[in-house]
């Protein structure tokens, strides 16, 4: 079972005050997943965030055993072996993006899944490595492509002066998303680059769908995150948000340098 926090306070700006802005026994029943958490907003901020807060990971069995086999599917997603021809052609064009700020160098993928990020950073000439905690995503990431990929903790990772160090829809998973960004810091060239891609809760299909958003759905998405508050998280861990975009309407990728 996972621990909560019993006294909180924002991880952007230290705020205490929040308001609710979904109950998670208001939520529909293929969304109530693991504890029960609602989701509040700092009134301070606007962070929006699962409460109680956890202090250690959720769904960490899940993320190592079947999350892209069969959690994926039962929350309405394709099965992954349907979803690679499209993985691979995102990467193709995350990779174009960055190579507008770091054309070549050393980058690392966080959460990489079955590397398609990185095979396609070194088809791009970039000496690629990647990380995740699904170690058949490794396994078969290694098989399809022959690339450099481990089953890890970003905490235990031992590479370090990376020129581009990137994660995808993983900032909103972790307990401690504050945390992630120093120790991806900690990891980077002085004039490196941290890009963060996650969903955007300001976009018009959460304005419109509300507690419907696919991405509502606590345990799973424990931080719903805008483009002001990734800036402020971002500043909080010494970083600067260099530039934004929003490749699709649900998302954000953010472009962090070290300040």
Not at 1 to 10: A, F, G, S, V
Not at 82 to 95: K, L, V
Not at 136 to 145: L, N, Q, V
């Amino acid at each position: 079972m996972n621990k909560t926090q019993e006294t909180e306070q924002c991880i952007c700006c230290g705020g205490t005050e929040t308001s609710t802005v979904y109950k998670f026994s208001d939520l529909p029943e293929y969304k109530q997943i693991g504890d029960s958490k609602d989701i509040v907003q700092c009134e301070e901020c606007s962070l929006m965030y699962c409460h109680p807060r956890n202090t250690g990971e959720s769904m960490l069995d899940i993320y190592e055993s079947n999350y892209w086999q069969e959690y994926q599917t039962q929350v309405g997603e394709p099965e992954i072996d349907e979803r690679t021809g499209e993985f691979e052609r995102i990467s193709d064009e995350r990779i174009s993006y960055i190579q507008e700020f770091v054309s070549h160098g050393k980058l690392l993928d966080v959460g990489c899944c079955r590397g398609f990020l990185v095979n396609s950073a070194r088809k791009e000439g970039f000496e690629a490595y990647g990380i995740d905690l699904n170690q058949k995503d490794i396994d078969d990431g290694i098989r399809d492509y022959m690339i450099n990929i481990k089953k890890c903790f970003l905490e235990d990772y031992s590479e370090y002066e990376f020129d581009v160090i990137t994660s995808f829809n993983v900032l909103e998973h972790v307990s401690d998303p504050l945390k992630m960004l120093l120790e991806k810091k900690k990891r980077l060239k002085k004039s490196g680059l941290i890009v963060v891609g996650t969903h955007d809760v300001e976009c018009k299909n959460h304005k419109e769908e509300k507690e419907n958003w696919k991405h509502i759905i606590p345990n799973e998405h424990l931080y719903f995150f805008s483009t002001s508050t990734l800036r402020k998280l971002g500043e909080k861990a010494g970083l600067k948000m260099i530039y934004f975009n929003k490749p699709i309407e649900n998302g954000i990728v953010a472009y962090f340098e070290s300040l």
